[in-house]
């Protein structure tokens, strides 16, 4: 059951919640496709679970539609604290590559996929006013660091894996994204992240200022759930207020058109981020993944 | 004795100072909230002390104009390099609560609190072009966490805890000083302590990259003083252009009016982040700690 | 032999490079003052060693040159991989001190210096989309800190040291240069640097967070080549896609000349920071240290 239909707790507008939350699932069919969760807690805290099994919750475009409907249904909500978790022992291992060929290879469509599909999911986690605490066991790559960069609080495993190794798949991080994770890892963590391909222990997060607080793997449900308590009993409203400054500090002023900010330009500039579509390594990145052998560039 | 008057070193044009700083004083009743403190120190080091007594030196409104008074005097000053810390082995344990009552439940007044008071005294700091060495022992909460970050260096005891619990009393902190503590303890560290109310070792925030270094806790007065020693020793125009540049790198450049930094849209936008005054809330927060009962959100 | 012309590997116009820096150098008189040596290895890592004998590869006028032109070179060919390191197992110890005197006491050749040499150099790194991977053995001073943070992944020895004790010269960091050391090694270490001449060891860095990796000493080369060698068998296209974006995002957007950045107001507004050039501290800085004497300042 994609989306769970029982609120409790400090969701005053919670019914309301849920008949237009489920309006949006029977519009989508996330059978084969993983989906993501949602299912409220007590005291205000709402649960949004990752689910794509086989795949350690790897993200398909369903899961990045249903990650925005849902974030933007606890925004609208009287929701307190949000605890964002992966199914079966995993945070989410990435993108869902075998839908990657369906539309990477054309840049309207790749476009289409990064600015609408993924940062509408990211964005609409960045856009809540209400706290987010990360849950994360297991393989946090790619996708996962993403959607965890957009968290608030973030409590790993000793155990969990950090990183984003697409160059391996033969394509860059789209532009808003990259900054997205630039800015939650560091600079030093994201080259070496997207340059070396490499990877990280939840410990070298921890001292790189990207993780709250690391525990033993079997705790982390339990101080993820404790930290979201904790922030669910303290002042909702001041809550909501910090997060919508430190928001609006990175957002640059609207100048009547006159000065875009650099991801702005970048996106839709004269060179197109998304021009690579086409490109032979993005296509050997992709299919040899998918054929299982070591691609070469 | 608030302002002392005596001024040795390098301070060329301290006596002069002295008495500019003197006549503040006297316009100024300290008695009954506490005071900040300046001695004139050997080699050019002034030491800026926080002092209320029995409340772990919480910063009153009165302290919060003194500290503007000081530094725009140091400033002004031929002084090398500043000490900052509090008495009784204490750095500050927040803002005098014991006021609020009196002006944050109206939005010009708090306004005028944060706006005035609070970010006149830490520009202040931000804009002495001399270095500002903080000595930090015990509780570095809230103003204190503020104070500490306006400082070029920062030396702590081991014992020393670090924070800004202000959701226990039901308000979010001021915009200024939201940027200001997140670009100095960093982002993950500024959530915890905002929205889970989270506090930090000094080992904490000196992995988290807020202090410079962590001693013994009875080392901490002399390795500040050290440090402000060596720092007296340097070339001091150096050092004042070096403050500049850096702080003139966070300043956005003048626009003619076009282009107004993100926090003075946040400050003077259409959403008045000083709204909440009259919130229950607010009221709830404060109500309940000069009650010393939990609050109920 | 100062630029050597065998390549290897994956460099496909790599003969054209040659002789084009080849021509470049025939210009270049760098006997007497150090050299930054390129020689192409396996598999198109090229490596980039800086060389002054008896000096700590300190960085001459010539060599920024040199640095700008190898870069340059490397930017026009298809090199995968760049490895920068010193010679004699130190980094670099800073700039050349013994040259000072010859031009820094005046403001506009002080501001040549800084403006077209050294950020010329350091640009041309910046500027390069081929990834660079840092070798760090011993010294990494001054200029060094500034070379390393143009490198996009940082392998230190054990034993490396770090740090801009310039303020010992009398002198502050030049307004582009603060503000690259700056943002590579956080604002706390950026002012111990300059301000109290602070010098760190390796895992001060690394926790810092500008550091990479930190290997035993012996094993800095090997490394660093490995790491080289992990970057360039991954897709070369996404790699400089990636640094692009992550150099645009820095850069603000053109606005008709009417919103220069920050940068731009310090090193060309009304303020001159290459003003200091002919003052007393300036010239005792330079003057003692190459006296062999402590500064008075």
Request: proline residues 5%; charged residues 20%; neutral net charge.
């Given at each position: 059951?994609?989306?769970?239909?029982?609120?409790?707790?400090?969701?005053?507008?919670?019914?309301?919640?849920?008949?237009?939350?489920?309006?949006?699932?029977?519009?989508?069919?996330?059978?084969?496709?993983?989906?993501?969760?949602?299912?409220?807690?007590?005291?205000?805290?709402?649960?949004?679970?990752?689910?794509?099994?086989?795949?350690?919750?790897?993200?398909?475009?369903?899961?990045?539609?249903?990650?925005?409907?849902?974030?933007?249904?606890?925004?609208?909500?009287?929701?307190?604290?949000?605890?964002?978790?992966?199914?079966?022992?995993?945070?989410?291992?990435?993108?869902?590559?075998?839908?990657?060929?369906?539309?990477?290879?054309d840049a309207a469509?790749l476009?289409?996929?990064?600015?609408?599909?993924?940062?509408?999911?990211?964005?609409?986690?960045?856009?809540?006013?209400?706290?987010?605490?990360?849950?994360?066991?297991?393989?946090?790559?790619?996708?996962?660091?993403?959607?965890?960069?957009?968290?608030?609080?973030?409590?790993?495993?000793?155990?969990?894996?950090?990183?984003?190794?697409?160059?391996?798949?033969?394509?860059?991080?789209?532009?808003?994204?990259?900054?997205?994770?630039?800015?939650?890892?560091?600079?030093?963590?994201?080259?070496?992240?997207?340059?070396?391909?490499?990877?990280?222990?939840?410990?070298?997060?921890?001292?790189?200022?990207?993780?709250?607080?690391?525990?033993?793997?079997?705790?982390?449900?339990?101080?993820?759930?404790?930290?979201?308590?904790?922030?669910?009993?303290?002042?909702?409203?001041?809550?909501?207020?910090?997060?919508?400054?430190?928001?609006?500090?990175?957002?640059?002023?609207?100048?009547?058109?006159?000065?875009?900010?650099?991801?702005?330009?970048?996106?839709?500039?004269?060179?197109?981020?998304y021009a690579?579509a086409?490109?032979?390594?993005?296509?050997?990145?992709?299919?040899?993944?998918?054929?299982?052998?070591?691609?070469?560039?």
């Open positions: 059951m994609a989306w769970q239909s029982q609120f409790h707790g400090g969701l005053g507008d919670g019914a309301a919640l849920v008949r237009r939350l489920w309006g949006c699932v029977k519009r989508m069919d996330s059978k084969m496709s993983g989906e993501v969760l949602m299912n409220a807690g007590e005291g205000g805290v709402v649960h949004v679970t990752l689910r794509h099994a086989g795949r350690l919750n790897a993200m398909s475009r369903t899961m990045w539609r249903q990650l925005r409907s849902v974030f933007e249904g606890i925004q609208a909500s009287s929701a307190r604290c949000v605890v964002m978790a992966g199914e079966s022992g995993a945070f989410c291992a990435g993108g869902d590559i075998s839908e990657y060929p369906g539309f990477r290879f469509a476009r289409d996929f990064h600015e609408n599909d993924v940062w509408g999911g990211l964005n609409a986690m960045l856009a809540c006013d209400v706290p987010i605490v990360a849950s994360i066991s297991g393989a946090c790559m790619g996708a996962g660091v993403e959607i965890a960069s957009c968290c608030d609080v973030r409590v790993a495993g000793a155990a969990a894996r950090f990183g984003a190794p697409i160059a391996k798949l033969g394509f860059p991080m789209a532009p808003r994204e990259a900054q997205l994770v630039a800015a939650a890892v560091g600079e030093t963590a994201a080259r070496q992240m997207l340059l070396e391909a490499a990877t990280f222990t939840a410990a070298d997060m921890l001292a790189r200022g990207f993780l709250s607080r690391v525990v033993p793997d079997d705790d982390v449900p339990a101080e993820a759930l404790a930290s979201a308590r904790r922030i669910a009993a303290l002042a909702p409203g001041a809550a909501r207020m910090n997060k919508q400054v430190l928001r609006a500090l990175k957002t640059p002023p609207a100048l009547d058109g006159k000065a875009p900010a650099a991801i702005e330009m970048i996106v839709s500039g004269p060179h197109d981020p690579y086409d490109s032979a390594e993005h296509r050997e990145g992709i299919t040899a993944f998918l054929a299982k052998r070591p691609p070469v560039f």
